[in-house]
């Protein structure tokens, strides 16, 4: 049995032993973690990865004559203004106001840019009063001119996390870097071993063994404290976070990267190391945790859903071999598949962190604190809000027409149903293809014979369960005005329009 108090004596005599968690898996293996404990003093642990919840609290300083500032752009990306007068947070995921710019050099690049000593342009206005007469200002700074820079990251140094595979038929674009279609990739997330929550955590009591408020971490490459449990923090499901701050003055543009993640957003990556003192047998057994330890749930990113399915579950060491072949369902049919997989954050920078950070330990350059308290209990709940699915707003049967139709029967559905869009079916039910009123108009021009010339084959569809705020972006990124309803079979159940959807708009309108 250790206390931090003898560790530190012992960095400061130069006495300290210190491993990183790579490192202690083998050492627990070969002498077990009663004489682990007694021979290692700190494991130390380390993550980079895309951390979307981090921002920067900034002081600029008064302006002469002073300026309340309300609006606020750093190279033109806009910041928070409601923190009194010349204080702002700006946000790693915030896109740039310029559309033509957007998410190309977000919240996350103006950070980076203030590490790496780059000038920024200010931009701000506010309204006057007798004490901040002026209205706007325009300037360039540096982070040398800033009085502070810090960042606080309410959630980061996720415990573990979901990996993210595709059902559908397109490709998707998420956090999780792009998804191909009918489960082309898995894309995954974490440090696994090297995590410093998951190096100490005790799965008896779903508990912090070390980590704690006040618990000095690398961060950056600087120093950093923990502040206290992340958002969403779940210690129940080894889900846990952390919430981080740092002087963003100390900070190394090498550990703290912005980036853009296609067609979703711009996001920071944030290099995170955290010291656990082995303090007794039982955080040493617990830093020798291994990836193949670590259960990582596979996703479908496909469904649009809050509550996705699970495809299979798996674990870090098979993730990280770069494909994994897993059960999964195309077209009703149950089939293997052997998928390629990917990291979207750094092993390589994670295992260079916790490196990083036993130099500075065996240096003496880092001491370790008590945490002052622990980490609270946290809460994952989901947001309460309605949700209308595609199922709600289906009143009428579905009209549609077999494939054997000629141009002018289908002609007469559409004009006789007073409707735009005709499904085409075959002789099971089973959509084939769609047919709307342009088709037929562009048939008569071109003088067309049959349906099967005129029909789209590749039909975009939505099913009952469907959020309605979902087949709106379909028809909008399609550019088209109906989509058919179909079930598991693909037969069609109904036919959503441009012209429910706007009823549903106009209804919300009049209840508000």
């Not at 915030?94 to 998410?103: L, W």
């Not at 990083?356 to 330990?361: F, G, H, R, S």
């Not at 699915?389 to 004009?415: D, F, N």
Request: proline residues 4%.
């Amino acid at each position: 049995m250790k206390t931090i108090k003898e560790i530190n004596e012992k960095i400061r005599s130069g006495d300290v032993v210190v491993v990183t968690a790579e490192e202690m898996i083998g050492i627990v293996e070969d002498v077990g973690s009663e004489k682990a404990a007694e021979e290692v003093d700190v494991v130390t642990t380390g993550t980079f990865g895309a951390m979307c919840s981090s921002g920067v609290f900034l002081n600029f300083g008064h302006a002469d004559p002073p300026i309340k500032m309300l609006k606020i752009y750093l190279n033109g990306v806009e910041c928070y203004g409601g923190l009194a007068a010349v204080d702002t947070y700006i946000g790693a995921t915030q896109p740039n106001s310029d559309p033509d710019i957007d998410i190309d050099y977000g919240g996350a690049h103006v950070i980076e840019d203030l590490v790496a000593g780059k000038e920024v342009e200010l931009v701000a206005e506010g309204y006057t009063t007798d004490c901040y007469p002026r209205k706007k200002v325009r300037t360039t700074i540096t982070l040398d001119d800033i009085n502070q820079a810090i960042l606080v990251n309410p959630r980061n140094s996720y415990q573990t996390y979901n990996a993210a595979t595709n059902s559908r038929d397109e490709k998707i674009y998420t956090y999780m870097g792009t998804l191909l279609p009918e489960f082309g990739n898995i894309n995954y997330s974490g440090a696994g071993q090297l995590n410093p929550l998951q190096n100490d955590y005790n799965r008896k009591t779903k508990t912090y063994n070390t980590i704690g408020i006040g618990t000095r971490i690398f961060l950056g490459g600087g120093i950093g404290y923990i502040i206290g449990e992340g958002t969403q923090h779940n210690p129940d499901n080894a889900f846990g976070t952390l919430m981080v701050k740092g002087d963003l003055k100390q900070m190394d543009r090498k550990y703290l990267r912005a980036a853009t993640i296609p067609n979703y957003g711009s996001t920071l990556f944030v290099g995170v190391g955290v010291p656990i003192p082995v303090l007794n047998a039982e955080v040493a057994k617990c830093c020798a945790i291994r990836d193949r330890d670590i259960e990582v749930s596979i996703i479908d990113y496909g469904v649009p859903r809050r509550d996705r399915p699970v495809v299979a579950r798996t674990n870090y060491e098979e993730l990280r071999k770069g494909k994994i072949t897993i059960e999964v369902e195309i077209d009703g049919k149950k089939v293997e598949k052997t998928i390629k997989t990917s990291s979207v954050s750094s092993y390589k920078m994670s295992r260079e962190i916790a490196k990083e950070l036993k130099d500075w330990i065996l240096k003496g350059e880092f001491f370790l604190t008590e945490r002052v308290d622990v980490l609270g209990k946290g809460s994952a709940k989901p947001m309460k809000s309605d949700v209308k699915l595609v199922g709600e707003i289906l009143s009428k049967p579905p009209i549609v027409a077999p494939i054997g139709i000629t141009i002018e029967e289908a002609s007469r559905i559409l004009i006789k149903n007073n409707i735009n869009h005709l499904p085409i079916v075959d002789e099971f039910g089973r959509l084939v293809g769609i047919i709307t009123s342009w088709d037929i108009a562009r048939a008569i021009a071109q003088n067309k014979k049959s349906i099967e010339e005129i029909m789209t084959r590749n039909v975009i569809t939505t099913t009952v369960n469907e959020p309605v705020d979902v087949v709106a972006r379909k028809m909008d990124k399609y550019n088209i005005s109906g989509v058919p309803v179909v079930d598991k079979e693909n037969k069609v159940v109904g036919m959503v329009t441009s012209e429910d959807l706007s009823k549903l708009v106009g209804y919300s309108i009049t209840f508000q």
